[in-house]
């Protein structure tokens, strides 16, 4: 996905780092403001994986770190719940001043009531979604509970949070007791999507419960079930993402499908870690990936698999298409296809012209009323397939690189 950094500053004047992650080669559909945890970063593995899924779907996210996290300046310490939704209504500012106001706001945590409060400050905002979100602020507070007695006596502690030590003021606690979320929930008046694990050991199940029974329709629930509150399983993280950008197609208004900003059918872009490479096929986002034990996330096909996908859809529209044209009773086709060569071996031998892939096992499977004499000429127009008479081919594929900074 394409990302870049940005920063924009808050009412305070600190200035915010973010990151702005855009759809690939296309103008998105929407923009949608993240939210992260409590003490927590933009460049959690939570946060990036829930907005690659997002921008595959055609929405662009701004994530960034509150005041005092991460890469944002200011002091962590003089912040508070308020001056999180502060800067959440920032965030919005600078997308509607410098792109687009975005449309959803997202959060996870701590982060989802913030988001919740800021929403509720902002017309352009018509969709909300909370993962892991506490029904009241306040809750937060047993992370700090050795230490509340310290911090209401002397006016801060030091505490330790994900084994980091942060400075807690008492002010932080008096500005948290003071937020009626339920009321703000209820008024909202825009669609809310509640996520939420049923195992979830930091924030119960029970607050997501709260939240939707107090909430107003549109509202939604989508359980989360095995996952933990952090989303550290980056396919539990990846399948929010794919959801909150279902769901919120319904709820928000969309322009019309743009078309690519590019000259070429197929773009495919990979950044430098990793191998999940983004595609965009037309107006279709794809994903291709490796195995988990080649160093991938195994988020989608190989390369390999994708070529043999194309040569198996290929084939049994072929069938199709011919079928009907002589009106023979061919109710269904699946084509089998393997193969035994690892693209990221290949890949890494990439010098030697004889390391491909030369052969395709392709098994045909047919159902229908066909006789003999039908299924050996389906055969022969498997053989004339376009990707199969490409493949067969000695196809030429110029290339040029071109450079941007």
């Not at 500005?175 to 008046?189: A, F, Q, S, T």
């Not at 022969?380 to 030429?396: F, G, K, M, Q």
Request: with cysteine; glycine share 6%.
């Amino acid at each position: 996905m394409p990302s870049k950094k940005v920063e924009f500053v808050n009412t305070n004047g600190y200035k915010l780092s973010a990151r702005l992650e855009m759809p690939l080669t296309k103008t998105p559909d929407a923009y949608a403001v993240f939210a992260h945890v409590f003490t927590g970063s933009k460049s959690l593995s939570a946060t990036r994986h829930i907005s690659r899924a997002l921008t595959l779907n055609g929405i662009a996210v701004l994530r960034f770190d509150f005041t005092g996290l991460g890469e944002s300046e200011g002091d962590f310490s003089d912040t508070n719940f308020s001056s999180n939704v502060e800067d959440l209504l920032a965030a919005s500012k600078f997308l509607s001043d410098n792109y687009e106001a975005p449309k959803i706001m997202i959060g996870h945590s701590l982060g989802g009531a913030a988001s919740v409060f800021a929403a509720s400050q902002l017309d352009n905002i018509q969709a909300v979604a909370t993962v892991g979100t506490p029904s009241e602020p306040e809750h937060v507070t047993h992370l700090l509970e050795s230490k509340i007695e310290d911090i209401e006596r002397t006016g801060l502690a030091n505490v330790n949070i994900g084994g980091q030590t942060f400075t807690i003021k008492k002010q932080f606690l008096d500005d948290l007791r003071g937020k009626n979320m339920y009321e703000i929930v209820k008024n909202l008046n825009k669609a809310i999507l509640v996520l939420h694990s049923p195992q979830d050991r930091v924030v119960g199940i029970e607050n997501a419960a709260k939240i939707y029974k107090t909430a107003m329709h549109p509202k939604s629930f989508v359980t989360l079930n095995n996952a933990n509150h952090m989303l550290t399983d980056k396919n539990d993280a990846f399948y929010v993402g794919n959801m909150i950008a279902t769901w919120a197609k319904r709820y928000v208004d969309l322009p019309k499908k743009s078309e690519l900003k590019t000259h070429k059918q197929v773009v495919a872009m990979l950044e430098n870690s990793g191998f999940t490479t983004d595609i965009m096929a037309g107006r279709h986002g794809l994903i291709a990936d490796e195995s988990e034990n080649l160093g991938g996330n195994d988020f989608g096909p190989s390369p390999y698999e994708l070529l043999n996908s194309s040569l198996a859809a290929c084939t049994a529209m072929t069938l199709q298409m011919y079928a009907r044209r002589k009106k023979w009773d061919l109710q269904e086709v699946k084509v089998h296809l393997s193969f035994d060569r690892s693209y990221r071996e290949d890949c890494e031998h990439c010098e030697e012209k004889d390391r491909r892939l030369e052969t395709f096992d392709r098994e045909i499977e047919i159902k229908g009323d066909l006789d003999q004499t039908q299924i050996d000429r389906l055969m022969e127009i498997a053989d004339r397939c376009p990707v199969h008479r490409t493949l067969e081919a000695s196809a030429n594929i110029t290339t040029k690189i071109t450079h941007s900074e």
